[in-house]
């Protein structure tokens, strides 16, 4: 079974602050991790995602992941906050098997102050 | 282009009657998914279908069902509709169903249920 769990379902930040958002997953096999982004009234759009090899991922829009497999987690983050980087952002986890399913974490609201 | 494309983007009905909601990907994608936001933003899978076969179907009421005439599109037929059914509903699409592919969603269907 495999699950995601993203800790602060908000977090608020100034603009030009490090943006740090917490995901943790249980996977009985090495997943597949990935983190996608909701603006308001949107879609889904993917971020990043871990496959295999370099555990630091980077993103679109500056953002970066690091993949710690000691500690089951895959963290957020971006140095500088932009008014722009304001969404939910889901992690989610695949970790294959026979239905190739997609699990997301419950989300984090991400606010930016000015 | 829309790569991913849902219509309606907003369905007001009242209980009891049947609706459908339609999905169409222009990406030449081979696995398509019908995913249920609820009002906490809490995202889960529904359906996958691959070339048009049925490969993923989670315990949804059987109210609700897909139907992909090709590939590249996927509907979603919801029978006697009740209150909560209220949800954004996202298709989404991804080249080979595989757990590594990012998944490409839809703009969302707001289903209102009165």
């Known amino acids: 079974a495999q699950s995601v769990t993203q800790l602060g379902s908000h977090v608020s930040v100034s603009e030009g602050a490090l943006v740090l958002l917490r995901c943790n997953y249980s996977?009985?096999?090495?997943?597949?991790l990935f983190w996608y982004v909701q603006y308001p009234n949107q879609g889904l759009q993917l971020l990043l995602k871990?496959?295999?090899?370099?555990?630091l991922v980077k993103g679109i829009n500056g953002f970066e992941a690091e993949f710690k497999k000691s500690e089951t987690s895959f963290h957020l983050t971006k140095p500088s906050a932009h008014m722009s980087d304001a969404a939910e952002y889901f992690c989610?986890?695949?970790?294959?098997?026979?239905?190739?399913?997609?699990?997301f974490g419950k989300g984090t609201l991400l606010t930016v102050n000015p | 282009d829309t790569a991913v494309s849902q219509t309606p983007k907003y369905l007001v009905t009242q209980m009891g009657n049947d609706k459908s909601i339609k999905c169409e990907q222009n990406l030449g994608h081979d696995t398509m998914y019908w995913y249920k936001q609820d009002s906490k933003k809490f995202l889960k899978i529904m359906f996958s279908y691959n070339n048009k076969e049925l490969i993923i179907n989670e315990t949804v009421p059987n109210r609700f069902s897909p139907k992909s005439p090709d590939k590249a599109h996927l509907n979603l037929h919801i029978n006697s509709l009740e209150l909560g059914d209220s949800a954004v509903y996202f298709c989404?699409?991804?080249?080979?169903?595989?757990?590594?592919?990012?998944?490409?969603f839809g703009p969302g269907t707001r289903l209102t249920v009165l």
């Open positions: 989404a699409s991804s080249q080979q169903g595989y757990a590594v592919d990012e998944q490409f």
């Open positions: 996977s009985s096999v090495p997943p597949y």
């Open positions: 871990y496959t295999t090899g370099a555990t």
């Open positions: 989610a986890v695949n970790s294959g098997g026979s239905n190739y399913k997609l699990t």
